[in-house]
């Protein structure tokens, strides 16, 4: 047998859900990447936003690899040091109640939503139980979280598909208003729509609809899977929108790296989900749990959340030298850029010349390690104008 090379392994036996970059990634420090054949890369994606702290980052390692060596699982049957410190951790930083963990971002949202639908089950009956959701959301791709997605390329394929959402535009209250009806359960909404192309809702926008939602005992769930974990500048994107959802979710930067995904509710919801009604063999792992700890404890110190919000300043000042860059939508680390040209032939062109960027709808988006120091910055901002100049 002749050894086949990566990419043609990957041709040959993994299912095409995803086109892929030309490029396979081999190890990595901070916000660089290197591929297998020993090229560098300037890393302003971060594997979506996952590793919040860069490659390896020396303290998560030794916090994952002290917990592998102590205990790497045990069953949801066992109490367990590691899930409970983190979500005391999350419930505290945020002026909440409870977690739920499962592993992923969409598992998160199914859980959020089921925890909803509990909710008005209990009090109301089973008929109030929709959701509204807002256009251009991205929740999930399970079943449940495609539906609730609010954008039809996700709804096919698969039928059929989960009842009960009905979706309204972005930043209309009336629109809001006039979808809500008694069988209205819950409003759930990205505070800044990543996958949708990083749009930033509007502060006044999403206060009243938080206040009406409360007046109407609507439960608000936010997803912060994308804008979590000090993405934004604040610990979650919800902390600079002066509300207090009743659900929020969290997943991809929350475990540096390794795959986790949170639930967490208000007190008014704490007491909802009972023995039974939600679980997940691999939730709450201690290994994935003890990466997460770590991640909190760094991001969650005024000093790191203020280096964050300067980097985007500095970051969003450098993409605003550029000619070819329209316009820079932006909080924190979380960027949309707005450029004349295709993004994803772009995209495709900084990989090519040492950067790893993605696009999101059609604008460049820049989720770069937390930790991205101002010189990676500035090379990033090389390749990306000497690109776009080509
Ligand atoms: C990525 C993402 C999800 C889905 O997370 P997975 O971990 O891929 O299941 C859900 N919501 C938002 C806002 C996301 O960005």
Same mark, same amino acid.
């Given at each position: 047998?002749?050894?086949?090379?990566?990419?043609?392994?990957?041709?040959?036996?993994?299912?095409?859900?995803?086109?892929?970059?030309?490029?396979?990634? %081999? +190890?990595?420090?901070? %916000?660089? =990447?290197?591929?297998?054949?020993?090229?560098?890369?300037?890393?302003?994606?971060s594997?979506?936003?996952?590793?919040?702290?860069?490659?390896?980052?020396?303290?998560?390692?030794?916090?994952?690899?002290?917990?592998?060596? #102590?205990?790497? &699982?045990?069953?949801?049957?066992?109490?367990?040091?590691?899930?409970?410190q983190?979500?005391?951790?999350?419930?505290?930083?945020?002026?909440?109640?409870? /977690?739920?963990?499962?592993?992923?971002?969409?598992? %998160?949202?199914?859980?959020?939503?089921?925890?909803?639908?509990?909710?008005?089950?209990?009090?109301?009956? =089973?008929?109030?139980? !929709?959701?509204?959701?807002?256009?251009?959301?991205?929740?999930?791709?399970?079943?449940?979280?495609?539906?609730?997605?609010?954008?039809?390329?996700f709804?096919?394929?698969?039928?059929?598909? #989960?009842?009960?959402?009905?979706?309204?535009?972005?930043?209309?209250?009336?629109?809001?208003? =006039?979808?809500?009806?008694?069988?209205?359960?819950?409003?759930?909404? !990205?505070?800044?729509?990543?996958?949708?192309?990083?749009?930033i809702?509007?502060?006044?926008?999403?206060?009243?609809?938080?206040?009406?939602?409360?007046?109407?005992d609507?439960?608000?769930?936010?997803?912060?899977?994308?804008?979590?974990?000090?993405?934004?500048?604040?610990?979650?994107?919800?902390?600079?929108?002066?509300?207090?959802?009743?659900l929020?979710t969290?997943?991809?930067?929350?475990?540096?790296?390794?795959?986790?995904g949170?639930?967490?509710?208000?007190?008014?919801?704490?007491?909802?989900?009972?023995?039974? #009604? &939600?679980?997940?063999?691999?939730?709450?792992?201690? /290994?994935?749990?003890?990466?997460a700890?770590? /991640?909190?404890?760094?991001?969650?110190?005024? %000093?790191?959340?203020? !280096?964050?919000?300067?980097?985007?300043?500095?970051?969003?000042q450098?993409?605003?030298?550029?000619?070819?860059?329209?316009?820079v939508?932006?909080?924190?680390?979380? /960027?949309?850029?707005?450029?004349?040209?295709?993004?994803?032939?772009?995209?495709a062109?900084?990989?090519?010349?040492?950067?790893?960027?993605?696009?999101?709808?059609d604008?460049?988006?820049?989720?770069?390690?937390?930790?991205?120091?101002?010189?990676?910055?500035?090379?990033?901002?090389?390749?990306? +104008?000497?690109?776009?100049?080509?």
């Amino acid at each position: 047998m002749t050894p086949q090379s990566t990419k043609e392994l990957d041709q040959q036996y993994i299912m095409h859900t995803y086109g892929r970059y030309d490029v396979a990634l %081999a +190890k990595g420090k901070g %916000a660089v =990447a290197y591929d297998e054949d020993g090229k560098r890369y300037i890393d302003v994606s971060s594997g979506i936003g996952v590793n919040s702290l860069g490659y390896c980052d020396e303290g998560w390692v030794q916090a994952i690899t002290a917990q592998a060596q #102590t205990i790497q &699982h045990m069953s949801n049957y066992f109490y367990s040091a590691q899930p409970s410190q983190l979500a005391e951790k999350l419930c505290k930083l945020t002026n909440m109640s409870k /977690v739920c963990f499962g592993n992923s971002g969409a598992e %998160a949202n199914e859980c959020a939503i089921k925890i909803a639908r509990k909710y008005s089950f209990d009090k109301y009956g =089973a008929e109030r139980s !929709e959701i509204i959701t807002l256009r251009n959301s991205f929740h999930g791709r399970t079943v449940t979280t495609l539906s609730a997605t609010g954008q039809d390329v996700f709804h096919n394929y698969f039928f059929p598909f #989960t009842d009960g959402f009905s979706f309204v535009e972005a930043g209309d209250m009336d629109a809001l208003k =006039a979808a809500v009806t008694d069988k209205t359960c819950a409003v759930m909404l !990205e505070l800044i729509q990543g996958e949708g192309g990083v749009n930033i809702l509007d502060k006044d926008y999403v206060k009243a609809l938080a206040d009406y939602c409360n007046d109407n005992d609507i439960l608000v769930i936010i997803d912060e899977v994308q804008t979590g974990v000090a993405r934004t500048g604040k610990l979650f994107a919800f902390q600079n929108y002066g509300v207090q959802p009743d659900l929020f979710t969290a997943a991809k930067g929350l475990g540096g790296g390794l795959p986790i995904g949170v639930c967490v509710c208000g007190e008014k919801l704490s007491g909802v989900m009972t023995p039974s #009604t &939600h679980g997940s063999t691999f939730g709450a792992n201690p /290994v994935v749990c003890a990466g997460a700890n770590y /991640v909190i404890d760094t991001v969650s110190d005024e %000093a790191f959340l203020q !280096e964050v919000r300067e980097k985007g300043d500095y970051l969003e000042q450098q993409l605003r030298t550029i000619p070819a860059v329209k316009n820079v939508r932006r909080m924190g680390l979380m /960027v949309g850029i707005e450029i004349e040209q295709d993004a994803h032939d772009i995209a495709a062109k900084c990989v090519q010349n040492g950067l790893l960027i993605i696009t999101a709808k059609d604008v460049l988006r820049m989720l770069p390690p937390l930790t991205i120091t101002k010189e990676n910055i500035d090379e990033a901002i090389t390749i990306l +104008k000497n690109t776009l100049e080509e």
